[in-house]
Structures are given as structure tokens and as C-alpha cells.
């Protein structure tokens, strides 16, 4: 079974680059076909996709966050990472990562880290 879990600062100010990473257990994050995602939720926006990194290390960013959006992976510890830079407050939110594809028509994940709760704020 595989899990996920988050890392990273809990609080980060205004400008900064909010950076977390995603640590996988119990399978490979280049098994075929794969989709490793960054999602976060707000009381605000709710939940809103950032992007994704696939199975081969390619990478899809949603629109909105790409020009300030980074995921990057390290297949020897089997994790990926999100940068986002020039945070604001409204970034504050519960980061997840999750594998699922963002693609089909909903989107499914089948398997979420626990979350991470980060605060933008001076």
C-alpha cells in the first residue's frame, strides 16, 4: 500500500519560496503511469490542484501557480518536491500530496499524505 507523507516549514513570510517535500513508501515514484500531485485547501479557494509530476519526471502545472511553480523529484529517496516562490498570505493553506491522475474526468487519487498545515505570514 502505498503512503505519502509531508515535509517541510510550517510558516513561511511574504515573497519567500514555500518548499515542501513528499516522502513515498510502499511503491516507486517512477512505477508506470503514475501521477504525483500537489494540492492544497483553503477555507477560501477549497481545494485547488498545483500540478503534477509523472512517472518519467516530466511535469504539468496548473495556470494558475505555474510562472511561480516548481516540482522536481530525487528517484534515489524516492521523493518530490514543490517550490512555490513569491508567496502571500492567501497561499496559507493545508498543502497534500497525493498519486492519482488530474486528468480523468473527476480527477481520482487513490492514495493522500496526511497534509501540512503552512502559514504565510510576517
Known amino acids: 500500500q502505498v503512503q505519502l507523507q509531508q515535509s517541510g516549514p510550517g510558516l513561511v513570510k511574504p515573497s519567500q519560496t514555500l518548499s515542501l517535500t513528499c516522502t513515498v513508501s510502499?511503491?516507486?515514484?517512477?512505477?508506470?503511469?503514475?501521477?504525483w500531485n500537489w494540492i492544497r485547501q483553503s477555507p477560501e479557494k477549497g481545494l485547488e490542484w498545483l500540478g503534477a509530476?509523472?512517472?518519467?519526471?516530466?511535469?504539468y502545472y496548473s495556470p494558475s501557480v505555474k510562472s511561480r511553480t516548481s516540482i522536481s523529484r530525487d528517484t534515489s529517496k524516492n521523493q518530490f518536491t514543490l517550490q512555490l516562490s513569491s508567496v502571500t498570505p492567501e497561499a496559507t493553506a493545508v498543502y497534500y500530496c497525493?498519486?492519482?491522475?488530474?486528468?480523468?474526468?473527476?480527477?481520482?487519487?487513490?492514495?493522500w499524505g496526511p497534509g501540512i498545515q503552512v502559514t504565510v505570514s510576517s
Open positions: 510502499g511503491g516507486s515514484i517512477t512505477t508506470n503511469y503514475h501521477y
Open positions: 509530476g509523472t512517472y518519467t519526471g516530466g511535469t
Open positions: 497525493a498519486r492519482g491522475d488530474p486528468f480523468a474526468t473527476p480527477p481520482g487519487y487513490a492514495s
